[in-house]
Every structure is written in structure tokens, then in C-alpha cells.
């Protein structure tokens, strides 16, 4: 039987990765962890820590990644592709519509306040918003989109957000969805000790606390150009 692939199109300084954990733990679901970055970093000029070794760990190509990564049969009737929305970049969008695809959104004050801290001056690319209102609309003219989520309105309620985006999929929710045991998992991308180290403490979804957050004034203004596409996401993401 066909794996049915189902993409997680998330924004930086996301939970994606707690997302995929939350995955993981069904019998019935393999993950993979970002299989589109060594593309990315090829075929554009970021420059992410760890690059050189991303680049070597998997493959390069998004056509062969598409073929033999995402579109690939797994074992399981389930495969979950933790993915960043920036990472499609000169590649065919036409592998979209042979999988089910969620949007995964952030608040991007948030988002920029924490990129920040590893890389002092994200753009707009960075941040991937854009690129999600983009993804938005070409799932939505293909009748392709399963669901959007918001990080905040799942911390708020795991339970309730997680079971309604199950329904969107079509698959049946799993309780074991919501707690996981800490510490890194075997799935994750090489580029783990840069970015993982909080999500690796963690047991499941942290509750939201509402907290400030201060930007100088070039994050402000790129916080300001993003708030747009965020917003209009967010009118139609699962609410808590």
C-alpha cells in the first residue's frame, strides 16, 4: 500500500520540530526531518551554521529528493516531511499536489526574536512568511490544503487543535500525539545541536504563555512588512 505523505510547511523558530516528535510517536506514521535543506543551501546564498556538513548529509537535489524522499513508499501507511517553506526554491511545485499539506504559522515577532539570536539580521526570505501566503494560495487554487495551524493556538490546546487537524487529514487521531520522552530522536537533521536544544528538554507542548517582544528598529520594520501575510493566515488557522 501507498505511504500517504503529508508535508508540515512551517515557518523558522517554529514547534515544527515538536510537531514532527508529536508524529513520531504513532505506530502508524514515519518522520523525516527537513529533506529539502541541502537544496536550499545549494541553490541559494544563505548561510546557516553547520552548512558545509548539511550539504553532505543529504541530498542536494530537490528532484531526487522529491522521488526518492518524499514521494518515496514507506513501511508505514504514514509519513510526515517536517518542512520549511523556504526551502521551496527553484524546484517543481507539482509533487504538492501528490501529498497532503498543512501550514504551520508563528506569530513573526516571535519568530524574529528568536531567529535573532542565531542569525543577527534576518530578511524577509528568512522568515518564510511570504513564502507561506504564496504556498497558501497555490494549494488553495489546487484544492490542496488540509489545514493552517497556528503554534499558539495549539499551545493553548493541544488536544482540541491536534484532533480537528486529524479530521482535516482524514487519519485518526492518536492520544500518544501529545507527550513524547525527552531528548534528541534519531530522525533529526544533522543541523540538530544548532537548533533543537530547547525542543530536546521538552515532553510534549509547552503552554502558551503570552510574553513581550522587543525588536531594534530593522526588525521592526521587517516584523511590520510580515504582519500582513500572517494575519490573513491566521483568520482561517484551527483555533483553540
Known amino acids: 500500500m501507498q505511504s500517504t505523505a503529508i508535508n508540515i510547511w512551517s515557518s523558522p523558530r517554529n514547534i515544527s520540530t515538536a510537531f514532527m516528535y508529536a508524529w513520531a510517536q504513532r505506530e502508524d506514521c514515519t518522520v523525516v526531518d527537513e529533506p529539502l535543506y541541502a537544496h536550499y543551501l545549494r ?42 517553506t523556504h526551502h521551496l526554491v527553484d524546484l517543481d511545485w507539482s509533487f504538492l499536489l501528490k501529498t497532503k499539506n498543512i501550514i504551520l504559522i508563528r506569530n513573526p515577532r516571535e519568530i524574529i526574536a528568536s531567529y535573532a539570536k542565531v542569525i543577527s539580521k534576518p530578511n524577509m526570505r528568512d522568515i518564510g512568511i511570504r513564502k507561506q501566503m504564496e504556498l497558501y494560495n497555490y494549494l488553495s487554487r489546487h484544492n490542496n490544503l488540509a489545514a493552517v495551524v497556528d503554534t499558539n493556538e495549539l499551545l493553548k490546546n493541544p488536544k482540541k487543535v491536534m484532533e480537528e487537524l486529524c479530521v482535516s487529514l482524514d487519519v485518526p487521531f492518536d492520544e500518544k ?64
Open 43 to 84: 541553490v541559494t546564498d544563505a548561510d546557516h551554521p553547520g552548512k558545509k556538513e548539511i550539504m553532505e548529509s543529504q541530498s542536494q537535489f530537490a528532484e531526487r529528493v522529491i522521488s526518492n524522499v518524499i514521494l518515496k513508499d514507506y513501511e508505514t501507511p504514514l509519513v510526515l516531511h517536517k518542512q520549511m
Open 177 to 240: 500525539m501529545l507527550c513524547w520522552e525527552a531528548g534528541a530522536r534519531a530522525e533529526d537533521g544533522i543541523w540538530a545541536k544548532y537548533w533543537y536544544g530547547n525542543v530536546h528538554k521538552s515532553t510534549g507542548f509547552k503552554k502558551y504563555i503570552p510574553k513581550e517582544t522587543i525588536l531594534n528598529e530593522q526588525l521592526e520594520i521587517l516584523a511590520s512588512e510580515c504582519q500582513t501575510y500572517y494575519e490573513r493566515l491566521f483568520n482561517i488557522c484551527i483555533k483553540a
